[in-house]
């Protein structure tokens, strides 16, 4: 039992490591040039040459993307506690919602630029408007989905429909709330790169951006690898704190 879970905790650093290895020996074995697709050595060579440039474009995208992703998390946590708690709100908003979620956020960020100009506003509210969606479906489904059976004996033993929401409905929207939130944090380092790509003047998508233009692919891909990272990052701390706080709903992923 011991064994399987140290396997699985290092299941992941273990594919990282095989998956860096038949890159760089599938790059020397082909010898594909790198302005094509660079090697993880000559990625790792450029983070050492231009670690501060990285590091400081990384901090730019990260707290943008903070900014965005800590708004959809406010919006989408009211609108998905009204469109759950109301079977006509659901009916009225759900639809429209389905429908703008469709609509492609690169064609609205040029928008977004002609209202805010270039710079920062663009990138949070990209951010925004690509995660708060699945934060609103979670949480209206976590709501809409409570139990009728159990609703009316709560409803016999004197609890109103406010008291029901807060006190049952909530709680049992955790366990979707934390996944949502994994989901959205990734979505919302999507839209802050789309957009510093598309109208920025900082920022790891402007970097990579800039690296492309001239051709410069290994740094291209040192900025996709800082993404990754801090998405990676961002995703677990939400399942640490999922697991400490809502460990009743995955008592059968967790080993008891």
Known sequence: M??????ERWAPVIVLVVTLLIWQIGVMAFSVPEFIFPSPWEIAKQFAEFKGPLLEAAWKTFWVTM????????????????????RLAYAAFYP???AFNAVPKAAITPILVVWFGI???????TAFLISFFPITVNIATGLATLEPEL???LRVLGAKRWDVLMKVGLPRSMPYFYGSLKVAITLAFV???????TAGDSGIGYLMQTAG????????FAGLVIIGAMAMAMYELFSAIEK???????????GH
């Open 191 to 197: 839209g802050t790169v789309l957009a510093e790509m």
């Open 67 to 86: 900014l965005g992703f800590g708004i959809s998390i406010v919006v989408g946590v009211l609108l998905g506690f009204l469109v759950g708690s109301s």
């Open 2 to 7: 011991t064994h399987n879970r140290n396997l």
């Open 96 to 98: 429209l919602m389905t």
């Open 119 to 125: 710079g920062l506003g663009p990138g949070i509210l």
């Open 213 to 220: 233009s001239q051709q410069r692919l290994p740094l291209a």
């Open 151 to 153: 609703e009316d004996v």
């Open 244 to 254: 400490r706080t809502t460990a009743w709903a995955h008592r059968g992923s967790q």
